[in-house]
């Protein structure tokens, strides 16, 4: 499955997703160019993370998902993820009694696993490999989750929240290896952290109450101070290292 020059690598329309029967997404429609970052925004419980969930078809849905062109809105999340749709979830969700190289090789769906990439991206890693991933930090446990889903070969990577509750030095090591995962697969990734969105996003989307209510360039809408306050509740002043 390939996509064609110009044609996103995922397209979504009249998304709607419900949990126990509580709607979580009114509809959202987006789509996501086949390089470089994407990032959804919005304040906290606006429907973000159901949002990803949703087209990975972890909770019940409606819609059209289309990955390179190919619906998978009826297909089941395993077969989502062998089409090529890696998820790193918000709570990283590793196997805390399994080791590193356990939790990666249960990961591994592919003929060639990029284990060169993950090494060259999360170093900290490579000498933890008999480690259990209960025992590390909670950084290197979200390079775990990282490292699960760049090894294999994806289409599109979904990315929930990558650095929440992570120290400033890990936030910056999981932005470097965020944009340097990112020149060779397209990401679509929820974050908070308006520093990282500015150093990685290109397009932006901002959901709130389920619905997409914005979309436009990353910059820019940061660049606006009124636009990113009333859309977001913040200001997009960068001042941390992570903008470098």
Same mark, same amino acid.
């Given at each position: 499955?390939?996509?064609?020059?110009? *044609?996103?690598?995922?397209? #979504? &329309?009249?998304?709607?997703?419900?949990?126990?029967?509580? %709607? #979580?997404? &009114?509809?959202?429609?987006?789509?996501?160019?086949?390089?470089?970052?994407?990032?959804?925004?919005?304040?906290?419980?606006?429907?973000?993370? /159901?949002?990803?969930?949703? @087209?990975?078809?972890?909770?019940?849905?409606?819609?059209?998902?289309?990955?390179?062109? &190919?619906?998978?809105?009826?297909?089941?999340?395993?077969?989502?993820? %062998?089409?090529?749709?890696?998820?790193?979830? !918000?709570?990283?969700?590793?196997?805390?009694?399994?080791?590193?190289? *356990?939790?990666?090789?249960?990961?591994?769906? =592919? +003929?060639?696993?990029?284990?060169?990439?993950?090494?060259?991206?999360?170093?900290?890693?490579?000498?933890?490999?008999?480690?259990?991933?209960?025992?590390? /930090?909670?950084?290197?446990?979200?390079? #775990?989750? $990282?490292?699960?889903? $760049?090894?294999?070969?994806?289409? @599109? $990577?979904?990315?929930?929240?990558?650095?929440?509750? $992570?120290?400033?030095?890990? #936030?910056? &090591?999981?932005?470097?290896?965020?944009? *340097?995962?990112?020149?060779?697969?397209?990401?679509?990734?929820?974050?908070?952290?308006?520093?990282?969105?500015?150093?990685?996003?290109?397009?932006?989307?901002? @959901? !709130?109450?389920?619905?997409?209510?914005? =979309?436009?360039? +990353?910059?820019?809408?940061?660049?606006?101070?009124?636009?990113?306050?009333?859309?977001?509740?913040?200001?997009?002043? @960068?001042?941390?290292?992570?903008?470098?």
């Amino acid at each position: 499955m390939t996509s064609t020059p110009g *044609e996103p690598v995922l397209a #979504v &329309e009249h998304l709607r997703a419900d949990i126990d029967g509580q %709607q #979580v997404v &009114e509809d959202v429609s987006l789509t996501v160019p086949s390089s470089g970052v994407t990032a959804i925004l919005g304040r906290n419980g606006v429907g973000k993370t /159901s949002t990803l969930r949703a @087209i990975l078809g972890l909770i019940h849905r409606t819609g059209d998902v289309r990955l390179a062109g &190919e619906r998978i809105d009826r297909l089941p999340t395993h077969t989502i993820v %062998q089409r090529g749709v890696g998820y790193v979830p !918000e709570d990283r969700e590793v196997f805390a009694k399994l080791t590193v190289a *356990e939790n990666l090789r249960l990961a591994v769906r =592919t +003929a060639q696993p990029r284990h060169d990439l993950v090494d060259a991206l999360f170093p900290d890693l490579v000498g933890r490999r008999d480690q259990m991933a209960g025992t590390l /930090s909670g950084g290197q446990q979200q390079m #775990v989750s $990282l490292a699960r889903a $760049l090894v294999n070969d994806n289409r @599109i $990577l979904l990315v929930d929240e990558p650095t929440k509750g $992570l120290a400033p030095r890990v #936030v910056l &090591e999981v932005t470097d290896a965020l944009e *340097e995962a990112a020149k060779t697969v397209p990401i679509l990734l929820v974050e908070q952290n308006l520093d990282v969105v500015r150093r990685l996003a290109g397009p932006a989307i901002v @959901i !709130e109450g389920g619905r997409v209510v914005h =979309t436009g360039d +990353a910059t820019a809408l940061l660049d606006d101070a009124d636009l990113t306050t009333r859309l977001l509740g913040v200001h997009g002043d @960068i001042s941390s290292e992570v903008a470098r």
